[in-house]
């Protein structure tokens, strides 16, 4: 890979992204992207590999491929014809974010998956947002497309109206035909935009479900199973209205030149859009605003109650801390080239006060006074085990609870790694000398 920094242009699209999510009420994503655009902690590359966007490294930092991110400028056209373009690039920022920030409570899931399946959490992790963002937006773009046909329908009726009065044989009445026509035209059109950006998102919506499907990242696949009958259902409502809308354009299209030219017979008259399997507006908007709300509320709740994910892990290692003072638990993957190549060690920073946890600190403290260092499968067994505590005492006496009066940020298990393989090497060289 050849990382480059951000040009002109990729950081404008990343503006419109940003200035997208806002519009749409994500602003906890919004100012999560601008503080990772502001820090330099996103960058571009020429070519990632076959069928890769985006790659996000131990540290959080994000790599998107060049093509993705700065070919099209996002900022030039109406957002609406460029919808796809901006919530795809959204998306993508939305799915390796939820990667960037993927630390301690993610690695106690991961922990947690492990006993039933070989699920890749990380990833699941970050398809599921992606999805539910998608659905979110689609929604929000159903709720503009209601609103916008409320408007419509009157004036296609009033335009109808008086097509069926000139069919009795009334005066034609071209100038408020005409009046009624030149926005008929011209919502329809952005109509028909709105639908195949619906269509368009219930597409991703699908095909982000079949990746999760195919890659048989969960034994069941429930949310996926659930939702495909009636979503393909959904996006063929979805083509069969946008079909209407075709058929609304080319008969404007009729009546415009009816209208100067003025012979019979008639032309079609145009149709009505229906708004079958739609909520109400208000309603729709109430319950986006309470899914964001509720997102919010979970994505702002307090460090402390992460930890409880591991408390009988926990409670017995604070047990053996000071009373009162700071405490970090490294906790790092079993040895493997890809886990070592790809993943640092994860800290969990334990403010103890009174031999209990006051608070957390899921990135670490840089001033805690005890290192408490322990590998995942260790984790593991004391979690799964039916009694947890005799669990922690035995890999405590087998010393794979490793307790360090020092601060974090020392040494790391790939150090340990390349001494072991250094001392292999010359290990063998001492045996060919010998």
Known sequence: MAQEPLNDLA???IGVVIAFLRSVGHSLEADNIQAWLDGGKITMDEDLGDDTGAETDGDGNIVIRKLDLATVDLSRAPRLRLFSAIADLAALLVHEKVHAHQNAPNLILEIRFKLSTSTNIWELEAYYREIDVRVEWMRWLVGEYVDEVRVYNPKV????????????????QKERMLELLGPIRAETDELMQKKQNIIDMIREILGRARVLKNANYEKQNYWYDQMKQGWEAYLAQWQDNVRTLGLNRERGADWAEWIRQDPPPLPELLLEMPERAMLDTQDLRSRYAAVLAQREAWERRPP????AHVTPFVEPLVAELPPDGLANLLVYPDVSYRVYYHRREVPIGLDVRGGRIADANLRGFDAAGTTVRVAQSTMLRVLAAADPAAAYRAERAAGRIQFEPRAAGGRRPVLYLIAVVVGLALGFALARLF
């Open 304 to 307: 402390a109650q992460e930890v």
């Open 157 to 172: 009726r009033a335009f109808n109206e008086l097509a069926r009065a000139i069919a009795a044989g009334e005066p034609a």
């Open 11 to 13: 950081r404008s699209n």
